[in-house]
């Protein structure tokens, strides 16, 4: 890192600030302005900063490890994710703008009635703002530690004790300084300047990677001759090694729906919540899967594969990403792709730290404990909130040490409550009592999974349908064995949010007013748009991994998911429920 590099970081961070400083005021004024933007979002802003929020330091890191260790095809542990965002962008976005809530777990006691809906409101918002999201948090803090010790930028910071504890107070109290003043304006404006600058950054990195050794066509031949064939494979085959054919079908056919994110989960929920209305609701969740997986997936793929060829035998490949920046970009951009990676880490610590701190001024302070503060009150706790997190974040940060494993951990603790999740807004049976054990059991199984040695010596597939399958077994008689909802607290709900499907049906006959979007309807749609989402990014792959077959045949899938959806959208023909 020369002068000229840290003169861009520089302007980039006070730029950042800046900016955050001058938003300030704007998210003073109330709740609803410093954690839903006053519901006064645009739709493609929204959609951007949903985009940033999944683009975090570790990113990079994470999928250049993937590659290095499972082969292209092991990025279906996050590509199959793909199926949760399709249906939330086509059938969940509307129903939680109608919702009118500033944050997930507020939903609980729309959905649900009595104590029990008011302790697992409180639970949840505990659990999700602290230990889940400081895991969360934590994990993008390592990955900063990565980078900086790699690019050797922590020796110029002239500071005592450790260097990189330092270069992590920084850029976090940075980050705090404009997303604990400005609330969610300021964290969804810096984040479009920031996800701008990190694919900017990304692709910078990818192409001087692929000048290095010659062209995409050169990049694969070296791949074959050093005995990496496999890993240009966008699917994995049975027997293979690398990433066990079981594991993948289970990322296709259970991790997407079990995951405790399954309904599209609370960051995004925030600003599904914040946008004007339900059109725009469904337009900013849209734009956020084309920017995710078919804009942003690519460049850091090719790194990862340069990276086996230019930097053999690493022992952390993880670290691959930033040491192909230090040896490969020349100064100035240098400075501007590390600037990009600190944009990344911002604008999703920034995401984070809102999210967390709305569950404590929310859905804990003014539930339980001052219900009738004042606005100005109500925002001096989430600032405050703010911080906490940060901080608990930051020490938690120290005792990790790989980001592809915490990320899998992530996961793995998630898993198995999304079912439930799902269901609520399609079966009016769902009662509290089965959120309560989903929400209790799926973690206790994941942490099983991971501590006791016979079950850690399972695969990630095997694990993941242990814990799905387990907190099924588990909810679902606890929920036919206690009593379903009031009837009043149904009708309620189902006249504010107006869910689809035949489980409400008889909500319905009591309830009347206009009927919701045939839900079958939605699915066909969210079939059609799943084919193109999925279809471009490995219309892309075909292209990368130098397949014409692959090309040809996701582009057809790409089409003809157009021609399903086009017709889903001027009705086609009429799919009752």
């Not at 064939?229 to 699917?235: K, P």
Request: hydrophobic share 55%; aromatic share 10%; glycine share 10%.
């Amino acid at each position: 890192m020369r002068p000229l590099d840290w003169l861009v970081v520089a302007v980039y961070l006070g730029g950042t600030l800046a900016l955050g400083v001058w938003l300030a005021r704007r998210g003073s004024r109330s709740l609803a302005d410093f954690f839903v933007g006053g519901r006064s979002v645009p739709w493609w802003l929204a959609g951007v900063s949903m985009a940033a929020t999944t683009f975090n330091v570790d990113t990079p890191l994470y999928v250049t490890g993937v590659v290095a260790r499972r082969g292209i095809a092991g990025n279906w542990e996050w590509w199959s994710f793909a199926f949760t965002h399709v249906f939330m962008a086509v059938v969940l976005a509307r129903l939680w703008r109608r919702a009118t809530i500033m944050t997930d777990a507020e939903l609980i006691e729309l959905r649900y009635g009595g104590r029990p809906a008011a302790i697992l409101r409180g639970t949840r918002a505990l659990l999700f703002a602290i230990p889940i999201n400081c895991l969360g948090i934590g994990y993008g803090m390592l990955a900063m530690r990565k980078v900086l010790v790699s690019l050797g930028a922590v020796q110029a910071l002239p500071l005592p004790g450790d260097p990189q504890r330092w270069a992590v107070v920084i850029i976090v109290a940075l980050t705090l300084a404009y997303a604990a003043a400005a609330g969610l304006w300021g964290v969804v404006t810096t984040d479009f300047l920031q996800f701008v600058l990190a694919l900017l950054g990304a692709m910078l990195v990818a192409a001087y990677a692929l000048h290095e050794v010659g062209g995409l066509a050169a990049l694969r031949e070296q791949l074959v001759a050093q005995g990496h064939a496999d890993t240009l494979r966008l699917v994995p085959r049975p027997g293979d090694t690398a990433l066990p054919f079981g594991t993948f079908l289970a990322y296709l056919g259970i991790q997407w729906w079990a995951f405790r994110g399954a309904d599209g989960g609370g960051m995004f929920v925030q600003r599904l919540s914040a946008v004007r209305d339900e059109r725009a609701a469904e337009r900013a969740a849209s734009l956020f899967n084309v920017l995710n997986y078919v804009v942003r997936t690519w460049p850091w793929v090719v790194v990862a594969l340069a990276a086996m060829v230019l930097l053999p035998g690493l022992r952390d490949p993880e670290t691959a990403y930033p040491l192909m920046m230090l040896r490969f970009l020349p100064t100035g951009v240098l400075g501007l792709v590390f600037a990009s990676l600190l944009a990344a880490f911002m604008s999703t610590v920034s995401t984070q730290v809102n999210w967390g701190a709305s569950y404590i001024a929310r859905d804990l302070y003014q539930r339980f404990l001052a219900p009738g503060a004042e606005e100005r009150r109500l925002v001096l706790v989430g600032r405050v909130a703010s911080v906490l997190i940060t901080l608990l974040a930051a020490a938690g940060s120290f005792a990790m040490n790989d980001v592809g494993r915490v990320f899998r951990l992530v996961i793995l603790v998630g898993n198995g409550s999304g079912t439930v999740l799902l269901l609520r807004w399609f079966w009016w049976r769902v009662n509290a009592w089965a959120e309560w054990a989903a929400l209790l059991v799926a973690p206790a199984i994941a942490v099983a999974a991971t501590v006791v040695p016979a079950l850690d010596r399972m695969s990630f597939g095997a694990k993941l349908l242990l814990t799905a399958g387990g907190a099924v077994a588990v909810w679902l008689p606890v929920m036919l064995l206690t009593r379903p909802e009031q009837p009043e607290v149904l009708d309620a709900f189902y006249a504010r949010a107006r869910p689809g499907g035949p489980g409400w049906r008889r909500v319905r006959s009591r309830v009347g007013g206009a009927p919701p979007r045939p839900l079958g309807r939605e699915l066909t749609e969210a079939g059609g748009t799943l084919a193109m989402i999925l279809g471009g990014m490995l219309a892309i792959g075909g292209v990368v991994i130098g397949s014409a077959a692959w090309a040809a045949g996701t582009s057809a899938a790409l089409v003809a998911g157009w021609l399903v959806w086009r017709r889903a959208r001027r009705g086609g023909d009429e799919v009752m429920e």
